[in-house]
Structure formats: structure tokens, C-alpha cells
């Protein structure tokens, strides 16, 4: 499977950005998907996840509230729709994509990364 993460960029404290990461290798519609994020001199932290379907959304306590994760299948397709952003929202962003079931609040728990987007929040 093959990830390519986009939409990352510069915006103010307040503002909105959408993520978005596509898929391809690998039937898209089977495979949970995820946000980590990683900000300059910390670990990959978990931000949201999203079973097969849709139908299931898990959010880290960080961002429950301003964040919505939501895929679309037919596009092959996960997006983070970010809003209320927050300076310590700064992180390069990754998506990732694994076959399993539960949350997947940890890293070690995917087998598929992308390359990563930056998003900055300036206060």
C-alpha cells in the first residue's frame, strides 16, 4: 500500500486546514486508517483513526471537538478536517493505514505509513 499525504501548510491560530492522504496498492475499503502526528523533539503521537467502513471514529483527547476524520472508499481517500487550530497543533502529520481491529492508538500497530505533511499554526 502505498500512502501520499497533502494539504499541510501555514495558518493561524484559529484557522482551518483539511488533510488529505491517498491510497493505492492494496483494496482501500479494507484497511483502518489513521493520523499521527509528530511535532520537533517528540515521539509520533495518535490522532484519530477510522475503521474500514466509516462507521467507527476514535479521537485523542488533544483534538476531540475541532478534529473530524472521514474517508471516502470510492476515492481511495482519508481526510483530517482540522479547525480551532492551536500553536501546539504544529507537527508533521502522518497517515497510516493497517488491517486489524480496535483503535490503534499506537504507531507500532501500522504496517503502512505516508510521507508526511507539515502543518504550522502561528500564534
Known amino acids: 500500500v502505498q500512502l501520499q499525504a497533502s494539504g499541510g501548510g501555514l495558518v493561524q491560530a484559529g484557522g482551518s486546514l483539511r488533510l488529505s492522504c491517498a491510497a493505492s496498492?492494496?483494496?482501500?475499503?479494507?484497511?483502518?486508517m489513521a493520523w499521527f502526528r509528530q511535532a520537533p523533539g517528540k515521539e509520533r503521537e495518535f490522532v484519530a483513526h477510522?475503521?474500514?467502513?466509516?462507521?467507527?471514529?476514535y479521537y485523542a483527547d488533544s483534538v476531540k471537538g475541532r478534529f473530524t476524520i472521514s474517508r471516502d472508499n470510492a476515492e481511495n481517500t482519508v481526510y483530517l478536517l482540522m479547525n480551532s487550530l492551536k500553536p501546539e497543533d504544529t507537527a508533521v502529520y502522518f497517515c497510516?493505514?493497517?488491517?486489524?481491529?480496535?483503535?490503534?492508538?499506537?504507531?507500532?500497530?501500522?504496517?503502512?505509513w505516508g510521507q508526511g505533511t507539515l502543518v504550522t499554526v502561528s500564534s
Open positions: 497510516a493505514a493497517r488491517m486489524g481491529s480496535g483503535y490503534g492508538l499506537h504507531p507500532y500497530e501500522y504496517d503502512y
Open positions: 496498492g492494496r483494496t482501500f475499503s479494507s484497511l483502518d
Open positions: 477510522i475503521s474500514w467502513s466509516g462507521g467507527s471514529t
